[in-house]
């Protein structure tokens, strides 16, 4: 696969026209029945999370690795189940709307599956489980059972800080155990540094995130570990979601009109 080819333009048409058809025929349902159905989705993610890579790989580390909370994507799926059902709890906002951004941020840019096989089934799996990421969120929404309001920026920034720092215990419990060669390496969720967005976010890091601030190496290059990104996450995260509750918004109110 390579960027903005045939089966990368497949999967940005298939992810936006699967999901339309899916709230069509789920509007008219009943409540009870769109809940059933949006549960047994995070329910079929969950399980491909621990089975996918069991059945796709065969060493034992990387089927460890891989079923660990190793990116954003990877702690959303875990914390699905146990967020859908939270009432009143700011979280669930944060999670509805950092699902949304970590999907169509995959399908959009599937950085991991450039040089790739489309069709082998890591890179099927992958896409299949960002498909429900983006499915999920995009019902409950669009379903009304949440309602999003403008405040609930700041809950998806405080969700992602929370993303990261799940991301770096677990990548030292896996280095701890011999899984990672070293703390940083794995980058999921630019926990370490900003990696593939560096031209896009480089720029607006402080410099003072950008040294060792005493110690032996003092002065010496390094990022910030979470700090470095506050920046992006009030350039990126904040309006995108922004953004995205302001259609939700529009959407809504229109259909409503509509009935």
């Not at 936006?16 to 008219?28: A, D, P, R, Y």
């Not at 990548?171 to 896009?200: E, K, M, V």
């Not at 005493?214 to 002065?219: H, S």
């Not at 979470?226 to 979601?241: A, E, K, W």
């Amino acid at each position: 696969m390579q960027f903005l080819d045939f089966w990368h333009l497949f999967w940005i048409f298939f992810y936006f026209g699967s999901t339309i058809l899916l709230c069509i025929f789920l509007k008219n349902k009943s409540k009870k029945f769109q809940q059933i159905f949006i549960y047994s989705l995070i329910f079929i993610n969950f399980v491909i999370h621990f089975l996918g890579p069991i059945i796709i790989h065969t060493q034992p580390h990387i089927r460890f690795m891989h079923i660990s909370m190793i990116n954003i994507c990877a702690v959303l799926v875990f914390l699905s189940p146990f967020l859908y059902f939270q009432k009143d709890n700011l979280l669930k906002p944060g999670w509805l709307l950092m699902s949304i951004i970590g999907s169509l941020g995959m399908v959009g840019f599937p950085e991991a599956a450039i040089g790739h096989s489309p069709l082998s089934l890591n890179i099927l799996r992958m896409f299949v489980q960002h498909l429900i990421l983006l499915y999920v969120p995009i019902l409950i929404i669009f379903l009304e059972h949440e309602k999003l309001k403008f405040y609930h920026v700041f809950s998806s920034a405080i969700f992602y800080v929370l993303i990261i720092y799940i991301n770096i215990a677990n990548d030292a419990i896996l280095y701890t155990i011999g899984i990672f060669p070293n703390i940083h390496f794995w980058n999921g969720s630019f926990q370490w540094h900003p990696g593939s967005l560096y031209r896009a976010v480089n720029w607006a890091i402080p410099y003072v995130f950008l040294q060792t601030p005493f110690g032996v190496n003092q002065g010496n290059f390094m990022y910030w570990p979470v700090f470095y990104m506050i920046p992006v996450i009030f350039l990126l995260i904040i309006p995108v979601s922004f953004l995205i509750i302001l259609f939700f918004k529009k959407f809504n109110t229109k259909s409503n009109n509509g009935n």
